[in-house]
């Protein structure tokens, strides 16, 4: 079976870190890994790349990994910095000469139909972006070029949205809580990419200690956290607290599975 490869573009909660105007130790540290762009990541396999997840720091993310084609973009959740970076696809579409095909939740689409109203025009100004919407549902499976992607319900507070499986591998991001046939469908994941805020209780996102729970409870091989604030502390010195199968990931990781 041909090789998967991850890699994680953003690992930062929505404001990213830095965050703006900042000055505590984490946002004024020098270590690259303490700079935190908002989540997506890719997934690559044979000829076919996949986008998760299109925030607002997008443009940057293609350019430094000199990404120059997209087969789709899989949307977990209809939260800013989850799709802001959807005007960004503008250069793979006109280059591809077609619309990005975009999987997302029936009400995750009805929002991006809202905020990007300017791209579903009949007549529109000529080089907006334009997109082909496919309408996807919880644990539906779907084929993109060489790559399954198993959808599957994850709880962001009171918020159902989409979490993913590739093979062995899953990436589950705002996460809050995870329904038990969400729990069932990890089984034997040799990859876990987690969402864990900071250590203080959030009514909508995993804790430190909440992510670290659901991780052993999943049992990958190993587990990478991702989603997280300034208030997580130095990716270097939370690195060494964690259990020896669970790391905090950063920008630029390529996970090879
Ligand atoms: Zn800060
Ligand atoms: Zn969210
Ligand atoms: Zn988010």
Redesign the pocket.
């Known amino acids: 079976m041909a090789a998967l490869k991850v890699t994680i573009l953003g690992t930062g909660?929505?404001q990213g870190v830095p965050v703006i105007g900042c000055d505590c130790v984490v946002c004024q540290s020098n270590d690259p890994k303490d700079k935190r762009r908002?989540?997506s990541i890719l997934i690559e396999k044979k000829d076919t790349t996949v986008l998760i997840d299109c925030g607002p720091d997008f443009r940057c993310q293609m350019l430094d990994q000199q990404i120059s084609s997209l087969d789709a973009v899989v949307l977990s959740h209809e939260?800013t910095?989850?799709m802001m970076g959807l005007d960004d696809l503008r250069p793979l579409m006109f280059k591809a000469k077609k619309p990005m095909a975009i999987y997302a939740l029936h009400r995750v689409i009805a929002d991006v139909e809202k905020r990007f109203a300017y791209a579903f025009e009949p007549s529109p100004y000529p080089g907006v972006p334009r997109f082909e919407m496919n309408s996807v549902d919880y644990f539906d499976s779907i084929r993109v070029g060489s790559l399954d992607i198993h959808l599957m319900k994850i709880m962001h507070g009171k918020l159902p949205i989409l979490g993913f499986r590739v093979e062995n591998f899953a990436y589950l991001?705002?996460v809050k809580t995870i329904p038990t046939t969400t729990l069932k469908g990890l089984e034997g994941l040799d990859t876990l990419v987690l969402s864990a805020l900071h250590e203080y209780d959030h009514h909508a996102h995993l804790t430190l200690q909440e992510a670290i729970d659901y991780s052993s409870k999943i049992g990958a091989k190993r587990t990478y956290f991702t989603?997280m604030s300034h208030y997580m502390g130095l990716h270097e010195r939370v690195n060494q607290r964690l259990p020896s199968d669970i790391k905090l990931a950063y920008d630029g990781q390529i996970l090879k599975l």
């Open positions: 909660t929505s908002r989540v939260h910095d989850h991001t705002d989603h």
